[in-house]
């Protein structure tokens, strides 16, 4: 364990991330010793664990007292105030007292310049003591293309960026060279329509065949709600049709079914959503609609006919590996050959755009592992190609059986090159991008496609330029203003609790549409 004690408590989620970063199979514990007390406690790991926190201490026995690492502390000190800006120490000390890293600043702007230099004390300090570096530096954040993004937008030049991300976020010139280049291929697809004036439709379906190992979604088994989905669907229906209504002749830009597996439905409850969508909005601008095909196990010919016939236009048909001993272990309870088998429905079909996921670092795969999957997938030939780092989630059933998996997931950028390298050879190239908290070997996630296929919502959804309406239970609407601020809404996660207040859910999206001034 590591306790960690940030005496400026508002900087400890991003310090707690970075330790993590470096550290991942370690737990991360803040300390509760008063800053009073913090200096003369700081004098040793056995020391301040007692001392500071003896709850957690104490429920270690034996050998485990022993898997304390060195403590880190870190401390801001203001100086003083003149006609340069305000001064600032910062320093990080280890569990000796001796410190690592101090570093002092002058600035104008002083609560974004103190959480900047906080977490790059931090960085160094664990830099110095592991010798190791990470590949996205100091970025935490969900989103590293978007300064990129934000640059290119301000017609800065690519050194400027790429400098930005070198000397401001120590980012390695790899992972530069991706968020750069995924940042000029949003460009290019945001340019295509004034997307501002738009907007995007996100419709929930919260239910699965079984619930994956890893999984923190909103997702329920399919067999355990089976007499709530046609009610669950009416109450659905009725959320669509009436902000159809609150939104009047806004221009719907793209549909996107998630969840969930929105093919958990039977091919005529598809075919009830997706009429209702037809019948309540104008849809002669929409550009994509796309509906999440992702377990194997829940698609037929006949659904994938439902949903052709309705428009849709990009499915994803998701194995997350092509190794059985893999699928067994995360509770996919599906083989290997229902994967191939629902791909070859969805191609007999004529989709034009099928999408592939996979997640690198599920428990006991290694490169070998990894190099089977890719070359099955490669052999099936999608269109596009999304690879997610495994990122352990408080919510999944993974996070409670932890100490039974740790040290059987491993992820770097060995893998994410393969599978970046099996995009190419499939003639992909990286279209969007997002991190997680937790992810395996602090790696990314990114979606890859074939030049043309490219899934437009995702874009929309993870640069927050658009805002989104979200259907269903769990669903997250995001209301993007003009002055670049960003509301959201979240509609409540359970089933039962959705199909009873399905009305309070189109409430709070109707209030911020109002402010917005979108509502007729």
Request: aromatic share 8%.
């Given at each position: 364990m590591i306790l960690l004690q940030v005496l400026h408590s508002e900087y400890f989620d991003d310090v707690q991330a970075l330790v993590k970063a470096f550290y991942p199979e370690v737990d991360v514990h803040q300390a509760t010793f008063s800053m009073e007390n913090a200096k003369e406690v700081f004098q040793g790991a056995f020391q301040l664990t007692k001392k500071a926190d003896a709850n957690v201490y104490e429920r270690a026995r034996g050998a485990e007292r022993e898997k304390w690492i060195p403590t880190l502390l870190l401390e801001v000190v203001a100086d003083s105030l003149n006609e340069e800006g305000e001064q600032f120490l910062v320093t990080v000390a280890d569990s000796t007292g001796e410190c690592v890293v101090s570093r002092k600043e002058t600035t104008k702007n002083l609560r974004k310049d103190l959480h900047d230099t906080c977490k790059v004390a931090v960085y160094e300090a664990l830099w110095k003591m592991t010798g190791r570096k990470l590949p996205w530096g100091i970025m935490m954040g969900v989103r590293p293309s978007k300064p990129a993004l934000n640059g290119l937008m301000r017609k800065e030049s690519m050194e400027s960026i790429q400098k930005l991300y070198r000397n401001h976020y120590f980012v390695s010139e790899g992972k530069i060279s991706l968020a750069t280049t995924v940042a000029r291929v949003e460009q290019?697809?945001?340019?295509?329509?004034?997307?501002?004036?738009?907007?995007?439709?996100?419709l929930g379906i919260p239910f699965c065949p079984t619930r994956c190992l890893y999984c923190s979604f909103a997702a329920y088994p399919l067999e355990a709600f089976a007499r709530e989905v046609d009610r669950y669907v009416e109450a659905l229906a009725k959320e669509i049709r009436v902000m159809a209504g609150i939104l009047g002749k806004k221009r719907l830009d793209t549909i996107y079914f998630g969840g969930g597996t929105p093919t958990?439905?039977?091919?005529?409850?598809?075919?009830?959503?997706?009429?209702?969508?037809?019948?309540?909005?104008?849809?002669?601008?929409?550009?994509?609609l796309t509906v999440e095909a992702g377990r194997p196990d829940s698609v037929d010919l006949e659904k994938f006919r439902v949903l052709k016939e309705h428009g849709v236009k990009r499915v994803s048909v998701n194995p997350q590996t092509m190794n059985q001993k893999t699928l067994d272990e995360i509770g996919r309870f599906h083989?290997?050959?229902d994967v191939k088998r629902a791909y070859a429905l969805a191609r007999s079909v004529g989709f034009e755009s099928i999408?592939?996921?996979?997640?690198?670092?599920?428990?006991?795969?290694?490169?070998?592992e990894l190099a089977h999957t890719l070359r099955e997938i490669e052999e099936m030939h999608p269109d596009n190609l999304t690879v997610h780092s495994l990122a352990v989630k408080r919510a999944a059933n993974l996070s409670r059986r932890k100490e039974e998996y740790r040290g059987t997931m491993h992820n770097d950028e060995t893998f994410t090159n393969m599978a970046a390298d099996c995009a190419k050879r499939l003639g992909m190239r990286p279209y969007y991008m997002y991190r997680q908290k937790n992810m395996t070997g602090n790696m990314e996630n990114v979606g890859y496609a074939i030049p043309g296929t490219e899934c437009l919502y995702n874009v929309l959804i993870m640069e927050e330029v658009q805002t989104i309406i979200a259907c269903g239970a769990g669903g997250s609407s995001k209301f993007v203003y003009g002055d670049n601020?960003?509301?959201?809404?979240?509609?409540?996660?359970?089933?039962r609790d959705y199909m009873d207040r399905v009305d309070e859910m189109v409430e709070r999206k109707a209030a911020f549409l109002k402010d917005m001034g979108w509502m007729i």
């Open positions: 290019e697809l945001l340019a295509r329509k004034p997307y501002e004036e738009g907007y995007s439709l996100y958990s439905l039977t091919p005529k409850q598809l075919d009830r959503l997706l009429g209702v969508i037809e019948d309540s909005y104008d849809l002669h601008a929409l550009q994509e083989s290997v050959e999408n592939m996921d996979i997640i690198l670092g599920l428990p006991g795969e290694g490169e070998q601020r960003i509301e959201r809404a979240e509609n409540v996660k359970y089933v």
